[in-house]
């Protein structure tokens, strides 16, 4: 299979677009990044994004997505009983809506714009809510944070935050089990959109088939690791993970 391999850093063989090497790079990131969304109910883009851009660019947004989706099918699964069905519906709403100027965007908006946008945003909502200023989930802002969720999810992997800001202070299990409905309905619109827009081919799909492996063993994991968040960690976990993704869009950006 690897007498394709030319060098280290070049993978050429249509069957197996990287070495194995950035195989193993790549699994690494997507369990961490796994883990992480499947204790906070969001993060997986936060974590394993970054290291999946320097492996290969179409790793994002239409791998990225699709591995979160097979994230939140696992997710959705496993805390069937704490979905809010209601603010799921209303926030998938808003997020159709956010979806297509996304596309859009890929043309129109610089990357480095908006990223700095992204992060700002990001950053303010995490320290309003750190100065007692929170979001509650009603449906009007339901609705408008699922519009801004789907924009951000659909053009940089990073719909959680919005939506994580927004169930901050709801149990962790209905947090994660609401999240992930919205993920596995929003994640196939969005790759729809991608795959139309041309951005979702038979490339991508090999390079989502490669982080499959890495789904499965990080949400395992993540079962080990929810009880901690569960005890009244579950706020904290959010701010934290939530102002690390606007520090790692913005990073990403400026370097």
């Not at 007498?3 to 280290?8: G, L, T, V």
């Not at 979160?68 to 209303?90: C, P, Q, R, T």
């Not at 926030?91 to 480095?112: C, E, H, N, Q």
């Amino acid at each position: 299979m690897w007498s394709c391999i030319r060098n280290s850093h070049i993978q050429t063989c249509p069957l197996v677009p990287l070495s194995p090497i950035e195989i193993a790079i790549a699994l690494t990131a997507i369990i961490a990044g796994v883990v992480v969304q499947g204790s906070v109910g969001f993060g997986a883009g936060l974590v394993a994004a970054p290291v999946l851009l320097i492996v290969d660019q179409d790793f994002v947004p239409g791998p990225m997505l699709a591995a979160n989706w097979s994230i939140a099918v696992l997710m959705g699964w496993h805390e069937w009983h704490a979905i809010d069905w209601k603010g799921a519906g209303i926030a998938l709403g808003g997020r159709t809506l956010g979806m297509f100027p996304a596309v859009l965007a890929f043309s129109a908006i610089s990357a480095t714009a908006f990223s700095c946008i992204f992060a700002a945003l990001i950053l303010l909502a995490v320290l309003l809510s750190l100065a007692g200023w929170t979001i509650r989930p009603t449906p009007r802002n339901t609705f408008l944070v699922g519009i801004v969720s789907g924009f951000t999810g659909t053009f940089a992997s990073m719909g959680g935050p919005p939506m994580g800001l927004l169930y901050q202070n709801e149990p962790g299990s209905r947090l994660r089990a609401t999240l992930a409905v919205f993920f596995v309905v929003g994640g196939i619109l969005s790759l729809t959109a991608l795959s139309f827009a041309g951005h979702f081919g038979k490339h991508q799909l090999l390079l989502t088939a490669i982080l499959l492996p890495g789904v499965f063993v990080g949400f395992l994991l993540s079962r080990l690791t929810v009880p901690l968040l569960d005890a009244k960690n579950t706020r904290p976990a959010v701010l934290i993970v939530s102002c690390l993704a606007a520090l790692v869009v913005l990073g990403r950006a400026i370097w």
